[in-house]
């Protein structure tokens, strides 16, 4: 069965440090996984997608790696500040033309000043 | 533009109690989608839209209904409340085009209470 996992369920960084994500999945063959950033009592918010050609994408503190042989996504927030605690949650689409996102459990990110 | 809401925001049940939740998105995006939230089991898609009149199951469907009659509304029907059902729901959409294709759009969740 198709299955999304992000390797922890909470992480706690200090302040300044690149905190690094994981999301690995099984048994899906992906064209694009998506990375979004859930705050307590709101609904997620998208950060980045990124398609199965690009080994690398970037958005101002924010990268996210793909390695399609190791079914591995990598999410990194460098110089991270108290504001980036929040969960971050990786998602894929089940299939080639599936509407159906499936998204993993989420890390939960604790940056400590 | 408001982007999705979603009306109520909170609401406590009892068992068998019925109800429905509304989303709407002024977006003008095609696909719409219903989840539900629950701690330690993520989020899980219970049906979607991808146009007008149409909608389709996702991963737990059973225990509610849905109804896209104009494009831009989307409503979730809980015929017969259970304590199961107590969770936070979220509304999402995307469109079909675009330079991020299919990144959805949350709205801000209802938090459902079942007695």
């Known amino acids: 069965s198709q299955k999304i996992e992000q390797n922890s369920e909470a992480l706690n960084i200090q302040e300044g440090k690149t905190a690094t994500l994981t999301c690995n999945y099984t048994?899906?063959?992906?064209?694009?996984l998506q990375w979004y950033r859930q705050d307590p009592g709101r609904g997620p918010v998208f950060l980045l997608l990124?398609?199965?050609?690009?080994k690398e994408k970037r958005k101002e503190r924010l990268k996210v790696t793909f390695d399609t042989t190791l079914k591995q996504s990598l999410f990194h927030i460098t110089a991270s500040q108290p504001a980036d605690s929040a969960t971050y949650l990786c998602?894929?689409?089940?299939?080639?033309?599936?509407?159906?996102?499936?998204f993993g459990k989420g890390t939960k990110l604790s940056v400590i000043p | 533009n408001a982007g999705v809401t979603q009306t109520p925001k909170f609401r406590v049940l009892k068992t068998g109690q019925s109800m429905t939740l509304l989303c709407a998105q002024d977006?003008?995006?095609?696909?719409m989608y219903w989840y539900r939230q629950d701690p330690g089991m993520g989020l899980r898609l219970i049906h979607y839209?991808?146009?007008?009149?149409?909608?389709a199951k996702g991963e737990v469907p059973d225990g509610y209904n849905v109804s896209r009659l104009k494009k831009q509304n989307f409503l979730l029907g809980l015929e017969s409340a259970a304590p199961s059902q107590t969770s936070v729901y979220f509304c999402?959409?995307?469109?079909?085009?675009?330079?991020?294709?299919?990144?959805?759009?949350f709205g801000p969740g209802t938090r459902l209470t079942v007695l």
């Open positions: 999402a959409s995307s469109s079909k085009t675009g330079p991020f294709y299919n990144e959805q759009f």
């Open positions: 048994n899906y063959s992906p064209a694009y």
């Open positions: 990124i398609r199965e050609n690009e």
């Open positions: 998602a894929l689409y089940s299939g080639a033309g599936s509407y159906q996102l499936t």
């Open positions: 977006m003008n995006h095609e696909y």
């Open positions: 839209s991808v146009g007008e009149g149409t909608t």
